[in-house]
Each structure stands twice: as C-alpha cells, then as structure tokens.
C-alpha cells in the first residue's frame, strides 16, 4: 500500500510541507514517488517501475492530483517499466541525455531471466512501447514542475544517465532524528548503508566512485534521502554509517 517516507525508529522532529506518496513495485521493490505541493495539486512521479498503476490511480485519486510530470532516476527495466502508460499521451518523461537510449527498448537490455520472470509474474509477454513525449535533463539544471524546483544531479556509475533530484522542501510527517532542510531522491546511487551496483549494463565502478566523492559526499548532513529501493535515510547517517562512503573526504 502507499506510504510516506520516512527514517525507520525515529521520533517525529520535523514536518515538512510537501506531499510524498512512497510505494514499492511489484517486482524488485523499487519505490515509486509522488510528490505534490499538496492535496488537489499538480505532481510529480518519480520512477513507475513494474506493476505500479492500479496503486497509482489509487493515490492520484485519493489525493486529487494530476500529474505534471514524471521523472526517472535513469533507464533500467525495474525504474522505467510504466511510464509510457502513466505518461499517456501528454505527460512528459524526463530522463538524463546519456540514458534517452533506454527508452527505446530498456527490455533488450535485461536478461532473458528478468524477462521470464516479468512474464510468470503477470501471466502475459512483457512488452515495450517508447513514451512519445521525452524530455532530455542535464547536470545542475532546475526543472520547475508541479510548483516545485527540482535540481538534477547527474551521479553516473550505475548507469550512464543515473542522476538524483533534489528541493528544498521537506515530506509532510517526515521522521528523523535530526534537522532536515531537503530531500534527495536518490535513484539507484545511493541506498541506505550501501550503493547502486556497477556490474549492470551501463555500469562503471570508477564512474561511481567519482560519482560518490563529487556529488554525493559534498551533500549537506540535513538531507533527507529517497532511495530506489529500500527505506529512506539521511546524509549524516549515510556519511558516518555506509561502508561505501568512507575515506572519500568530501
């Protein structure tokens, strides 16, 4: 079921003012965002991985959005299965120029087994139809949508394209046990106590160890972090605690 981020076994200190609908594919558990200004507002939807779009019409409708965008943290299977459907044939997808490509059949790039696999899971051949209106991002840009300024931070190494976005704004009943004055939504870069692999297609470990020491070790402790999988954290948690951060400075 949809659910709000937030950091496991920490006390309420901070409410933010920003609607944020997490929730989990039906397949990796790759989490899927929404976040608007609020109720009955424009929104934004982050990475509509696989089997996400009944519990998405759920959440659109319970809170009376509509979708102004929908943003991928970069271009494989599992982060971009749905966005041809919940983009219809207005929405647009916005998605880094060094991973455009995917969209054009991010099926041929996974494996004849996570084919398969979607297959049994749904009873039907899995299929691919490219978006038809894709918007290409670039590092630092801002994209103002669904009145929210939105940073994108291209971080490569999980992929070509991966980037992270950013706002300085905060989850409604967000839980932390710090101050917090931002949000990153971290794709597949960034996961609480570890990092997105580098041995997928599109993967490079120098990459994302540059990726790691340049972009996302200069973040500032009071980020809240969204990440594709798995629960959400902080800088300061992720720079004392995950093994993948240490000795990069920063």
Not at 104 to 122: C, K, N, R, W, Y
Request: hydrophobic letters at 35%; charged letters at 20%; proline letters at 8%.
């Amino acid at each position: 079921m949809a659910r709000s981020p937030e950091c496991p076994t920490a006390p309420i200190d901070r409410v933010g003012n920003v609607l944020t609908i997490a929730f989990p594919a039906a397949a990796f558990a790759t989490n899927c965002y929404v976040i608007a200004p609020g109720e009955g507002e424009e929104c934004v939807i982050v990475d509509p991985g696989i089997g996400i779009e009944e519990t998405l019409r759920e959440v659109l409708t319970e809170h009376r959005l509509k979708p102004a965008a929908v943003l991928l943290t970069h271009g494989h299977v599992d982060h971009v299965y749905s966005v041809t459907p919940v983009c219809g044939g207005d929405t647009a997808a916005y998605i880094h120029s060094d991973d455009r490509y995917r969209l054009t059949d991010p099926l041929g790039s996974a494996s004849p087994g996570i084919v398969g696999m979607l297959e049994q899971q749904f009873g039907t051949k899995a299929t691919w139809q490219e978006p038809s209106n894709v918007v290409e991002v670039t590092d630092r840009e801002t994209l103002t949508l669904a009145g929210l300024d939105l940073e994108v931070l291209h971080a490569p190494g999980h992929t070509e394209g991966s980037v992270m976005f950013g706002f300085d704004r905060l989850p409604d009943g967000v839980r932390a046990p710090e101050e917090l004055d931002r949000t990153m939504v971290t794709g597949d870069v960034l996961f609480a106590g570890s990092i997105g692999r580098t041995d997928l297609p599109g993967g490079d470990g120098d990459a994302m160890q540059r990726s790691l020491r340049d972009v996302v070790m200069p973040l500032e402790d009071s980020t809240l972090v969204l990440p594709g999988h798995g629960p959400a954290t902080t800088m300061r948690r992720e720079r004392g605690t995950n093994p993948y951060l240490q000795g990069l400075g920063a």
